[in-house]
T-cell receptor
Framework: DVKVTQSSRYLVKRTGEKVFLECVQD?????MFWYRQDPGLGLRLIYF???????EKGDIPEGYSVSREKKERFSLILESASTNQTSMYLC??????????FGDGTRLSIL | KNQVEQSPQSLIILEGKNCTLQ??????????LRWYKQDTGRGPVSLTI?????NTKSNGRYTATLDADTKQSSLHITASQLSDSASYIC???????????FGKGTRLHILP
């Protein structure tokens, strides 16, 4: 069974800090995604990657960057955290056009 | 504009009752439609995936339907259980650019 693991379930950081959210998948999937999920807005795509060292902007990339140095790991970086980045962050992976497999999310609070 | 609209926004039913969740989309060109279940504090989990040629697909007590002509899908839950309490998200993929469009979900509460 596919497992997508996000490094933290809950995270509290301060405004201006650099924040790293890590995601690892164990099924050799090429495609990986980062979303944020907010009440009333659903899931919104931040960045995605179709291969190692490759990244594409999603719908709301501002204030974020990503890193994909290895196939199994996709990191989301908040360069200088702000309070409006308080949210639930979900990582997903998939093979080709098959259904995405999601991690259990990181609930990030920026104080 | 590619959009996925779900209704109702939230729903409360008694345990053992049936319910139907709706999904309307304007995504084109259509590739497939998926229903996900998201338990509180967890990530979404795929329930069904339907392509253009499929009208009905079942997964246990969950039955999804697709009308590609009217661009509507429904998720029917039979004999609901307390564990069905969750958000149900409709997701439509477009062939062009492999775009994935999420609905905002229906929050389902099952009462004992």
């Amino acid at each position: 069974d596919v497992k997508v693991t996000q490094s933290s379930r809950y995270l509290v950081k301060r405004t201006g800090e650099k924040v790293f959210l890590e995601c690892v998948q164990d099924m050799d999937h090429e495609n990986m995604f980062w979303y944020r999920q907010d009440p009333g807005l659903g899931l919104r795509l931040i960045y995605f990657s179709y291969d190692v060292k490759m990244k594409e902007k999603g719908d709301i990339p501002e204030g974020y960057s990503v890193s994909r140095e290895k196939k199994e790991r996709f990191s989301l970086i908040l360069e200088s955290a702000s309070t409006n980045q308080t949210s639930m962050y979900l990582c997903a992976s998939r093979w080709s056009n098959q259904p995405q497999h999601f991690g259990d999310g990181t609930r990030l609070s920026i104080l | 504009k590619n959009q996925v609209e779900q209704s109702p926004q939230s729903l409360i039913i008694l345990e053992g009752k049936n319910c139907t969740l709706q999904c309307n989309y304007t995504v084109s060109p259509f590739s497939n439609l998926r229903w996900y279940k998201q338990d509180t504090g967890r990530g979404p989990v795929s329930l069904t995936i339907m392509t253009f040629s499929e009208n009905t697909k079942s997964n246990g007590r969950y039955t999804a339907t697709l009308d590609a002509d009217t661009k509507q899908s429904s998720l029917h839950i039979t004999a609901s259980q307390l564990s069905d309490s969750a958000s149900y998200i409709c997701v439509v993929s477009a062939n062009r650019d492999d775009k994935i469009i999420f609905g905002k979900g229906t929050r389902l509460h099952i009462l004992p």
